[in-house]
């Protein structure tokens, strides 16, 4: 037994397929005054759908990077960065070694 919903969607399925299958074609003609459009040659449609997103891709990067190549920050490039704890306690009894876990608080082993 089919629910409304099932029913909905096939019906609206099958209208839709219908539409689409027993459309007509369009038997429109070119306008006589229109000229006849200049031929592209490949090398220009090569730069327009290939060259120009490719240098646009490189200039985006290369405004994201020269910020930090400018400063010297090597780490950007290579792809390594020390630990940082954004917002936590730089020094003092709450700070965190390098690679060292806090097990005193928080967490599913969290003790209150």
């Known amino acids: 037994m089919t629910t409304p919903r099932a029913r ?6 099958t209208v839709t397929t219908g539409l689409v299958l027993l459309a007509p074609p369009a038997f429109a ?5 229109w ?3 200049p031929e592209v040659d490949l090398l ?9 997103p490719i240098g646009l891709f490189l200039l985006i990067a290369l405004l994201v990077l020269a910020p930090s190549l ?4 090597r780490s950007v490039v290579s792809g ?5 704890w954004f917002g936590g306690p730089v020094s003092g009894p709450d700070a965190l ?3 060292a876990s806090d097990k005193s608080t928080g967490g599913a082993s969290g003790n209150w």
Do not use: M, T
Request: net charge negative; no cysteine; proline share 9%.
């Open 8 to 13: 909905l969607v096939a019906a609206a399925l």
């Open 29 to 33: 003609e070119e306008p006589s005054g």
């Open 35 to 37: 000229p006849d459009p």
């Open 44 to 52: 220009h449609a090569l730069g327009i759908y290939v060259f120009a």
């Open 70 to 73: 400018a400063r010297g920050d």
């Open 80 to 84: 390594q960065r020390d630990d940082e």
């Open 97 to 99: 070694e390098s690679g």
